[in-house]
């Protein structure tokens, strides 16, 4: 699958390493995905049929941050700047390590299509459509801490993230000043965001907060 090198984008994951996405028109009205970590499988779906419940697998992940910047549906038929794209994506992040590799992945696809398709979202709405894309097409109920990490963190500093506002602030940690540093173990746990214990919180929490008199995410979106 030919792609051209342009827009390249890259999300860091929680400084745990990289996702990148490289992309291209397509006049057909197609998404064509392909990864470094599947080499020699190609992925073509047709934008205006992806819907939660329409692609599985790792492509779910790219094809939900497409629906989600509105890339399906009418707008996506025909040419033009929301027409079909060709995406590569590479990533170092360990999948199923708890490192955010999805998230990772999915923040730098939303870069891209932000290029691809002259959307001109800033950091926040790019947030919000890729925890929608993970939510409704992957299925899993994930909060958008991951995303917002993905999409403004720094070397050498945290993200305090306002999960009401969907805003965010960058701290420096000054680490090497201090002689200090953040060790990342892998235990070899892995884990998906789609398992059972993890679909089910959610629910548990909401039933939780109605309990305590409260309105889930009361005020902004949880975590």
């Known amino acids: 699958m030919p792609v051209p090198a342009q827009p390249h984008a890259?999300?860091?994951?929680?400084a745990s390493?990289?996702?990148?996405?490289y992309g291209g028109h397509r006049a057909d009205g197609m998404l064509a995905v392909?990864?470094?970590?599947?080499?020699?499988e190609v992925?073509?779906?047709?934008l205006a049929l992806v819907a939660p419940g329409t692609v599985s697998g790792w492509p779910a992940y790219p094809a939900g941050v497409a629906w989600a910047l509105g890339g399906a549906g009418k707008r996506a038929a025909g040419p033009g700047p929301r027409g079909g794209v060709s995406l590569f994506i590479d990533s170092d992040v360990p999948a199923g390590s708890g490192l955010s590799s999805s998230a990772a992945l999915e923040c730098a696809v939303g870069l891209a299509l932000n290029d691809l398709w002259e959307l001109h979202a800033d950091r926040g709405e790019l947030a919000r459509a890729c925890r929608?894309?993970?939510n409704e097409v992957v299925g899993a109920p994930t909060g958008i801490m991951d995303q917002f990490a993905s999409l403004a963190g720094e070397a050498g500093a945290a993200v305090f993230l306002d999960c009401r506002a969907i805003r965010a602030?960058?701290?420096?940690?000054a680490l090497d000043a201090a002689g200090l540093e953040i060790v990342l173990a892998d235990t070899g746990d892995r884990h998906e965001s789609t398992a059972h214990y993890i679909v089910s919180r959610d629910p548990r929490c909401r039933r939780a907060a109605r309990h305590r008199h409260r309105r889930p995410g009361q005020g902004g979106d949880p975590a």
């Open 43 to 46: 992925v073509t779906v047709p």
């Open 132 to 134: 929608a894309a993970e």
């Open 10 to 14: 890259l999300a860091d994951a929680a």
């Open 34 to 40: 392909a990864s470094a970590q599947f080499p020699g």
């Open 169 to 173: 602030e960058i701290v420096p940690l």
């Open 17 to 21: 390493g990289f996702a990148e996405a």
